[in-house]
């Protein structure tokens, strides 16, 4: 049993084994009971429609975050979504869960490849560390092992002592970022074409677009006090004339306004020319739609002064074997680890071991990302761009590194669009997230993966109306016993008789099920021919296989 104890001592017995559903109704569910063993990786398979996610997400998943939601204060709670319960009547022994198929809430423009995966941070200490750097007069200094040992630096050329640049000063999202973007690469401008849509119409035909948008009516009087002629087609204006919608100050005019009642007011208003009515709604916007009026006149465009690599000039100045932070983070993560192990040679002896141990950190980081097939992504990829299922595998390179414990994870077909090869890459991440003793479920078709799972739920056996029920049985006499007054005797729920037809589950009768015969399944096909893992022993369900 020594094997079953987690790193922290505590015994397993005391934890629950399995997680119990009852009566489960969500979408096509047909009111089934299911047994999903804790810390083991259990797979769900079955048809197209069959009701794999709605077992999956919609009553583990849900359940797990909206305890876990409901675990948290109620502060925090109220500020989130309200997560509805699921159609089940009860779920017992679910941990927190975490689900890897949704989009996590859009990233911020600050994360990238790098920063999500932890990469950018060896990164900036290898660059920190290991850099040539320039003086503060812009001579460069050759890397040397005071700049590893954190000693201050003494210009050779201008005499100058300064400390050369931590990692933080390396960091687009702090003293690295670049002026001018403020470390988002791009830049959000102004378009004038957008602020005069139609140059054919007159001023006081609504040519300048913001002021109509946002409400400031009386400008075109305003701008006519400048001698602007608002009864011209915008296209006919002078050069002046233009400069002054454009960029006219934000003087005082009189004008005269007619109120409702037909009488004239001399009021004076103070100038607000194209850009500035843009640039003042968009410091004011708060909310989602405030913004959206505003992003029609705003283009983004690539950062002129960092050309979108984020990092201020200095931060860029540092060398690693000639290369640039910014251009190392240009790499794609297989270019990075070829070249990371060559660094060491270009630097002088005594500060090999330190390159050595730093790239042997990043290599180990980078090496779980490679094996779930992300090494064509660049490090400075904004994680905005990522696709679903790159996103994914990323929040699972992340959560084994992270080494939470006691989550559920429950995984919807994160095999789609894995190259095979790629395949084992995940079973490690299950395989390391198991280990450090969380529980994962895994909808999936892929054999390889099905193949793996400690225990197997076969959602079936047809599609929707069809599906929806639950085989192997695995409402052992137990729980059995402990349903749910509500659901008993109202559903079959997966016994046998329900949708069994062949003998797929073979009862463990030495209780040891690790020396059962594996026992082929007659409808899985040969993948279930292999002698699955056995489930936990004190969790006293039927075997699978
Ligand atoms: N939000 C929903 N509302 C109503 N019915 C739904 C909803 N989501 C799914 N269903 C139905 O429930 C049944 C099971 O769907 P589910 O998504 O669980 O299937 P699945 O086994 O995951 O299929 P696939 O392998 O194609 O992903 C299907 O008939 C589907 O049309
Ligand atoms: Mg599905
Ligand atoms: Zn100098
Ligand atoms: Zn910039």
Not at 192 to 219: H, K, S, Y
Not at 444 to 454: G, N, P, S, W
Not at 518 to 527: D, E, F, V
């Amino acid at each position: 049993m020594a094997q079953d104890e987690p790193a922290d001592g505590v015994d397993v017995a005391e934890q629950p084994p399995a997680i119990r559903v009852y009566g489960a109704k969500v979408h096509n569910l047909k009111d089934i009971d299911v047994t999903v063993p804790l810390r083991r990786l259990v797979a769900v398979a079955g048809v197209s429609g069959s009701g794999k996610t709605s077992l999956a997400m919609g009553v583990l998943y849900a359940e797990g975050s909206r305890r876990y939601l409901e675990a948290l204060s109620t502060y925090t709670r109220r500020r989130m979504a309200q997560a509805p319960r699921a159609a089940v009547d009860t779920v017992e022994h679910v941990p927190a869960a975490l689900a890897l198929r949704q989009r996590p809430g859009v990233p911020g423009v600050r994360s990238t490849f790098g920063t999500s995966t932890e990469l950018l941070n060896v990164l900036r200490l290898l660059f920190s560390r290991l850099g040539s750097h320039l003086c503060p007069n812009g001579h460069r200094q050759d890397s040397t092992i005071d700049v590893a040992a954190g000693l201050t630096l003494t210009c050779p050329v201008c005499d100058v002592t300064f400390y050369p640049p931590g990692a933080e000063s390396l960091a687009f999202n702090s003293d690295g970022a670049c002026p001018r973007c403020g470390g988002t690469g791009v830049v959000r401008e102004i378009d004038e074409a957008a602020l005069v849509p139609d140059p054919a119409r007159t001023i006081a035909e609504g040519a300048v677009a913001p002021w109509g948008t946002f409400g400031l009516t009386v400008m075109p009087q305003v701008v006519a006090e400048f001698g602007v002629r608002t009864d011209v087609p915008y296209t006919e204006l002078t050069a002046q004339e233009r400069q002054i919608v454009m960029h006219g100050p934000a003087e005082k005019r009189q004008i005269s306004v007619r109120s409702r009642n037909g009488k004239l007011f001399e009021l004076n208003f103070t100038y607000r020319n194209a850009r500035r009515a843009v640039q003042e709604t968009l410091d004011k916007a708060t909310t989602e739609r405030g913004l959206n009026r505003v992003n029609r006149f705003i283009s983004t465009q690539v950062c002129p002064v960092c050309r979108g690599t984020r990092l201020s000039e200095q931060a860029r100045s540092s060398l690693v074997d000639g290369v640039g932070l910014a251009e190392a983070t240009a790499k794609t993560l297989d270019e990075l680890i070829a070249w990371a192990p060559t660094i060491e040679d270009t630097l002088p002896r005594e500060m090999r071991r330190m390159a050595r141990n730093i790239v042997s950190t990043l290599l180990e980081t980078a090496r779980r990302l490679v094996d779930l097939g992300l090494g064509y992504l660049s490090l400075d990829r904004a994680s905005s761009t990522l696709s679903t299922g790159e996103r994914q595998r990323v929040q699972l390179a992340r959560a084994v590194r992270n080494q939470t414990t006691g989550v559920l994870y429950v995984l919807d077909e994160p095999s789609i669009g894995l190259h095979p090869s790629n395949v084992d890459g995940l079973l490690g991440v299950m395989r390391d997230l198991l280990r450090d003793g969380n529980s994962v479920v895994i909808v999936d078709h892929d054999v390889q993966v099905l193949r793996e799972a400690d225990w197997l739920i076969e959602i079936g056996p047809g599609s929707g109306a069809d599906g929806g029920r639950c085989s192997p049985p695995v409402t052992s006499p137990t729980s059995a016993r402990t349903r749910t007054p509500s659901s008993a005797g109202s559903s079959p729920g997966v016994s046998p008789s329900s949708y069994a037809p062949a003998p797929v589950a073979t009862r463990c009768s030495t209780g040891d099920v690790s020396t059962c015969p594996p026992a082929p399944c007659t409808r899985c096909g040969p993948w279930m021919s292999t002698s699955p893992r056995p489930p936990d022993r004190r969790d006293r369900g039927v075997r699978i296989g």
